[in-house]
């Protein structure tokens, strides 16, 4: 894209970009607005890995979502495994993007990491999800968990 700098940004202009919104459109109009352009962008992705609608398996596309988000590919997040129990979705991510340089204990959580993962999931379900985060590297986990229901 860009012939000297590349393809790549820095977290810390992310984080601008994030606190940003979140100062002039509020905390909560700004998750919503980050959530929508990380659901977009996950559909984009799903496409460009070529992914079926109707995948049959969402382990199978770990493998692909950790080359196209991981280290070789945009860095947005490592993605370590998918589950499904029923009509619930559960990811665990870790280096995510909307965690990185936040301080132990803050309460930021996952907007355009959730919308990513979830318009990929959307994409492949061929349904609409809810996504919310239930663990957070930030507040003692593992993992950045990512729970999404099927909503419709």
Known sequence: MRPELGDFSSIVCFKALVT??????????????LIAAGRNRGKQIAKQLGLS??????EGIVPLLQ???????????????IEQAGETITVYCRE???SAGEPEGSPR?????????????EH???????????????RGGSHDVIEFEVIG
Do not use: H, P, W, Y
């Open 96 to 98: 995510t993007i909307c």
């Open 124 to 138: 492949v379900t061929s349904k609409r999800l809810r996504g919310k985060q239930t663990e957070s590297v930030l």
């Open 20 to 33: 940003g919104a979140e100062e002039a459109l509020g905390e909560k109009a700004a998750m919503i607005t």
């Open 109 to 121: 959580k996952l907007t355009f990491t959730l919308g990513a993962i979830q318009g990929v999931l």
């Open 67 to 81: 080359k196209a988000l991981g280290k070789d590919g945009t860095r947005l997040c490592i993605v370590d495994k």
């Open 53 to 58: 609608e109707n995948e049959t398996s969402l």
